[in-house]
């Protein structure tokens, strides 16, 4: 049979070769492959391996394993895990705090259909997160009543609305913080329509501060944990335990945030306020966030007396900042299990992690330095945690971050330092596998970037 001219020109023209769409979707590979993937996504890597060829990036007959490495190469979602080389435990921009075994476990069982609000045994309806409440409780004796939200942010919001409505917060001066990134706690109190009423100056505030303010006007008293600066020299505060009384008298509720989500004393932070102690001393009711120093999900913990978190729960925002499953499953899952990866590097002894890292010396080079850890964002943020680093070559951080695995590292006087108190002492291998690949990706002659 004569030659049309299309087929002709498919001899001479390469585009001419590129597989038509249609084909390449019900190609068998590919359908294989991405039996996890949408249709619409499948579809974006197949016209954009088609678009590649056309510009002649890559030849017609390389269309088809192009497509397949995309899909084989991309994730679930966008989020990559990290090796978090910064020895920095509470980093907010990784993440917070790593979940511990149990509740990734927990998590993976949620997942599904679950019986969060609703009782298998009678098949009426449940109350929502007994489970993560009684763990609280549990963990938590001197509280009476629990309730899990969203985020440490919410739980403020819902506390100051429902207790205060359009009535005075009262707030020392000194506590009124900016909490990262032009986020501003008092901001965030005037956005629910209660009106702050500053007490005391920034250095000192006394009692008659508060007991002066304190009036038919007051909706809660609060008190802010300044968790991320210090304010020292001619200072003076109010304790907890100073204020319940009048706050009782005058029938205002005590509401103490503390942002960190201890649940007692911490030996390595000696200065930390817990949730406990605060309880004790009187507090009405306590606010801390589930992924700081309580190691565990995103989540808004409240604990407190049983009539105040009653009003709180009652109250129509609760729904709009209610706890979702996953977060409720860990939460549960951390407080019942072992002690949680934050606090583990927390209380790392700095000798066994100078061995760990003159392992990582043997192995790699460079020089092992003292480099001090640090809590991160909520609770004991600039208590210097002892410890130790590798010293390697500054270059290695940006192969390192964008490598497989990702690892943060921190560039410090011209070498790239690398704290192991974050990393699972399971995952060092990984660590040095990532040194090296970042070391042959310095060392190789810069190639066309084939991941597009
Ligand atoms: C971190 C923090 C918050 C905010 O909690 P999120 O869980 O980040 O929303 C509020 N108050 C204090 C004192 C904090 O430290």
């Known amino acids: 049979m004569p030659e049309t001219p299309e087929q002709r020109e498919g001899t001479t023209d390469p585009r001419r070769r590129i597989p038509r769409t249609d084909l390449l979707l019900a190609h068998p590979q590919v359908e294989r492959a991405s039996k996890a993937m949408s249709e619409r996504v499948v579809r974006e890597i197949v016209r954009a391996a088609q678009a590649r ?21 991309r994730p679930a979602a966008s989020l990559r895990p990290v090796l978090n080389a910064t020895g920095v435990i509470v980093h907010t921009n990784l993440g917070r705090a790593p979940l511990s075994q149990a509740a990734r476990r927990a998590l993976q069982d949620a997942a599904g259909y679950t019986d969060v609000e609703f009782d298998l045994g009678t098949g009426a309806r449940g109350r929502r997160g007994a489970g993560a409440r009684a763990a609280l409780l549990a ?15 919410a739980a403020l ?27 501003r706690l008092p901001d965030l109190i005037a956005s629910t329509g209660a009106r702050i009423r500053e007490v005391g100056t920034t250095n000192r505030t006394h009692l008659r501060d508060y007991t002066d303010a304190l009036g038919p006007d007051t909706g809660c008293v609060l008190r ?7 304010i020292v020299g001619f200072t003076s505060d109010v304790g907890v335990d100073e204020l319940a009384g009048p706050c009782r008298t005058a029938g205002a509720p005590l509401v103490v ?3 960190s989500g201890l649940l007692g004393p911490e ?7 817990d949730i406990a102690a605060a309880l004790r001393d009187g507090a009405d009711v306590v606010l801390a966030s589930g992924d700081k120093l309580l190691g565990g999900p995103q989540a808004g913990i409240l604990l407190g007396r ?23 499953a860990a939460l549960e899952a951390t407080l019942t299990g072992p002690t949680p990866p934050v606090l583990e590097s927390l209380r790392l002894d700095p000798d066994e992690l100078r061995e ?12 092992l330095i003292e480099h001090e850890g640090r809590v991160g964002g909520g609770g004991g943020a600039e208590v210097p945690l002892p410890g130790w680093a590798l010293a390697l070559e500054a270059e290695l951080a940006d192969p390192l971050r964008t490598g497989e695995p990702a690892v943060v590292a921190t560039v410090r006087d011209g070498a790239c330092l690398l704290d192991l108190r974050c990393i699972p002492p399971a995952d060092d291998g990984r660590l040095i596998a990532a040194v090296e690949s970042a070391r042959a990706a310095l060392a190789a002659p810069a190639s066309p970037d084939l991941s597009r």
């Not at 030996?267 to 306020?273: G, M, S, V």
């Open 356 to 367: 760990r890292t003159a392992q990582l010396a043997a192995c790699l080079g460079g020089r």
């Open 224 to 230: 802010i944990h300044t968790s991320n600066y210090r």
């Open 267 to 273: 030996t390595r932070l000696p200065d930390e306020p």
């Open 306 to 328: 049983a009539d105040v978190i009653a009003r709180l729960a009652r109250h129509p925002l609760a729904r709009a900042v209610r706890a979702d499953k996953l977060a409720l």
């Open 157 to 183: 919001v819902l506390a100051t609305t429902a207790l205060a409505g359009t009535a005075e917060v009262l707030i020392s001066r000194g506590e009124l913080i900016e909490i990262g990134a032009g986020f």
């Open 257 to 259: 945030d503390l942002g």
């Open 53 to 73: 060829a056309r510009t002649g990036a890559i030849d017609p007959e390389q269309v088809l394993d192009e497509i397949l490495a995309a899909i084989g190469g």
């Open 139 to 153: 963990a938590c004796p001197e509280a009476e009543d629990a309730l899990v939200v969203t985020n440490g942010a």
